[in-house]
């Protein structure tokens, strides 16, 4: 079955800096990636996703890359604020999985003023 | 514009006692699935459905139930729950494999 790995597990970046994630996937036949952020005390929402046919997607502040030929995939915080302080996971689904998502153990980013 | 709802949001359970997790989303999603989460570990699927009448297993379903009745409902059933079942609890749909998932708030339990 499908592994993800996601480093750091604890990420702590001033006020306005940038920060990025990384996730590495082992099923090479992944093929949806999405990214979620969870806050204290609620469920993970999604921030943003990828598919294997795009390299890169941005939202605002929000970007994610891909490198299908590493199976790599890593999130991009520009300008930082502190409500991006948060707990965010990454994920992958197989290509043919009818079940669920592997997520990565999540980054628990901390937004230092 | 409820989403995902997932109810208790707590409960504390002892070893051997058995109780439901109950799931609803009002989206008229075909995919649902159990995930549970424990600290350091990221969320680890339980059992999934495709669609009202079929349930299939995921990475760590054993000790739990499920069934689809209806598209609306998706319970999670404990039949004997164990200290190792102390985990928050997170339900989620999806309109199909190829969609994004939307998660429940969960539900945190205790097995003492």
């Known amino acids: 079955g499908e592994n993800v790995e996601q480093h750091p597990s604890t990420l702590s970046v001033q006020e306005g800096d940038s920060a990025v994630i990384k996730c590495t996937y082992s099923?090479?036949?992944?093929?949806?990636f999405p990214w979620y952020k969870q806050e204290l005390g609620k469920g993970p929402q999604l921030i943003i996703d990828?598919?294997?046919?795009?390299g890169e997607k941005k939202d605002q502040r929000i970007a994610v890359t891909l490198n299908k030929t590493a199976k790599h995939f890593s999130l991009h915080i520009t300008e930082t604020q502190p409500e991006d302080s948060a707990v965010y996971f990454c994920?992958?689904?197989?290509?043919?999985?009818?079940?669920?998502?592997?997520f990565g153990k999540g980054t628990h980013l901390i937004i230092q003023p | 514009n409820a989403g995902v709802t997932q109810t208790p949001k707590f409960q504390v359970l002892k070893t051997g006692q058995s109780m439901t997790l109950q799931c609803a989303q009002d989206m008229n999603h075909e995919y649902m699935s159990w995930y549970r989460q424990d600290p350091g570990m990221g969320l680890r699927l339980i059992h999934y459905s495709v669609g009202a009448g079929i349930t299939d297993q995921g990475e760590v379903p054993n000790g739990y139930n499920v069934s689809r009745s209806t598209t609306e409902d998706f319970p999670l059933r404990l039949l004997s729950a164990a200290p190792s079942q102390t985990s928050v609890y997170f339900c989620a749909s999806q309109s199909d494999r190829g969609q994004p998932q939307h998660f429940g708030d969960g539900t945190r339990l205790s097995i003492l």
């Open positions: 990828i598919r294997s046919n795009v």
């Open positions: 099923d090479s036949a992944s093929n949806y």
């Open positions: 994920a992958a689904r197989g290509q043919l999985s009818a079940d669920g998502l592997t």
